[in-house]
């Protein structure tokens, strides 16, 4: 399995993370990745390689303008506030919710922070804008490399991006590295182009990108959003909106599924994906759904993803897999080289 990794992503360190009233240690940290590259080294899974750099244009098919100015500055424009804002990190607490204006754009910081974000769980630190800028190059790297005929290639970065909108980050994303992917992919002549994302989480950034586009169809299995982050986007009835109108499907599942409902499922969104006609297929690749993880709910085991992972293979699709969520520190790395060695290991 080919692989770009980021060697930035450690430069991004929340300290804390707002969880249910408190502030606790972040989830969301280097070891995560660290754990996956060990394995991926242990296993000589391929070719670990830095990822090449793209000019900041090549964001702008998939977030905006004022977006990326926004992140790219926002670390400085934090501290300038207070130089003891350099020890702790920026969080959001204001929101412009229904019958407030986010068309203008306020020079108060924390207005801003609100504006171009969805919740309070995703710290933004100083190296938060290399992390996830050098994580951008790794899924357009990842992108290009199947585009130019690699069976598959691994974009193993964090943060996260699933969450992260065109023009916000939150749950831990912020750039969509699975978009970019996508995009990528469209940019260089694929004409149909599916996503698959498989996080515990639904990625509410990912679809919403795609909502009204016929040309990349969004499909992902998650936890009941009734229930779980991101709590306002992920239902069964989300099917796209205008030319995108039948190219949005997705698969909640309540708290609690395990293997055997989940794996049922997968067949469902690889049919969907094989009725789309895909000629390429971009996975949004969270290891969360392991029974041990911290935050979230199904309860799918360790050998279960050489399973997920020889499934996927059988879509017989080019394939761009992107690191997403996972925070079983311990088991993150094998389980995330299982789906990786099942999919390597499948004719
Ligand atoms: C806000 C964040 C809580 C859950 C974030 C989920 C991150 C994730 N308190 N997404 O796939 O793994
Ligand atoms: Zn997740």
Same mark, same amino acid.
């Given at each position: ?68 100015? !926004? =992140?790219?500055? *926002?670390?400085?424009?934090?501290? @300038? &506030? ?5 020890? #702790?990190? $920026? ?82 994303? !912020? =750039?969509?590295? *699975?978009?970019?992917?996508?995009? @990528? &992919? ?5 004409? #149909?182009? $599916? ?153």
């Amino acid at each position: 399995m080919l692989t770009y990794y980021n060697h930035l992503h450690s430069d991004h360190e929340g300290k804390v993370e707002m969880f249910r009233g408190a502030l606790v240690p972040c989830f969301e940290v280097p070891a995560r990745v660290d754990r996956v590259l060990a394995e991926l080294k242990k296993r000589k899974l391929g070719t670990v390689l830095p990822p090449n750099p793209f000019d900041d244009s090549a964001l702008l098919g998939v977030h905006s303008q004022r977006y990326l100015d !926004f =992140l790219r500055g *926002a670390w400085d424009d934090w501290v @300038a &506030l207070d130089p003891a804002n350099a020890k #702790r990190d $920026a969080l959001p607490s204001v929101w412009p919710v229904r019958t407030l204006r986010s068309d203008v754009l306020p020079d108060n910081f924390a207005a801003r922070m609100g504006l171009f974000s969805m919740d309070a769980g995703s710290p933004l630190t100083d190296g938060t804008w290399d992390a996830a800028r050098a994580g951008a190059d790794c899924a357009l790297s990842a992108a290009l490399a199947v585009a130019g005929g690699k069976r598959a290639a691994f974009a193993l970065t964090r943060p996260p991006g699933h969450h992260a909108g065109a023009d916000f980050f939150g749950g831990y994303c !912020f =750039l969509n590295n *699975a978009a970019l992917a996508a995009q @990528a &992919l469209r940019e260089q002549g694929l004409e #149909r182009v $599916a996503i698959l994302d498989i996080d515990y989480h639904h990625g509410n950034g990912t679809q919403a990108i795609f909502y009204e586009r016929a040309d990349v169809f969004y499909t992902s299995i998650h936890g009941d959003p009734s229930t779980e982050f991101p709590f306002y986007l992920g239902y069964a009835d989300e099917l796209g909106a205008g030319a995108g109108l039948g190219f949005n499907r997705n698969w909640p599942l309540p708290r609690g599924s395990g293997f055997e409902v989940w794996h049922a499922t997968l067949q469902q969104a690889l049919q969907g994906i094989a009725e789309f006609d895909a000629q390429a297929l971009v996975v949004s690749l969270g290891l969360d759904t392991f029974v041990g993880d911290p935050i979230a709910g199904f309860t799918l085991q360790t050998r279960d993803f050489l399973q997920v992972g020889a499934d996927l293979a059988r879509a017989g699709l080019p394939t761009v897999f992107v690191f997403e969520g996972g925070y079983a520190v311990a088991d993150v790395g094998v389980n995330a080289v299982n789906v990786l060695q099942g999919f390597d290991q499948q004719a």
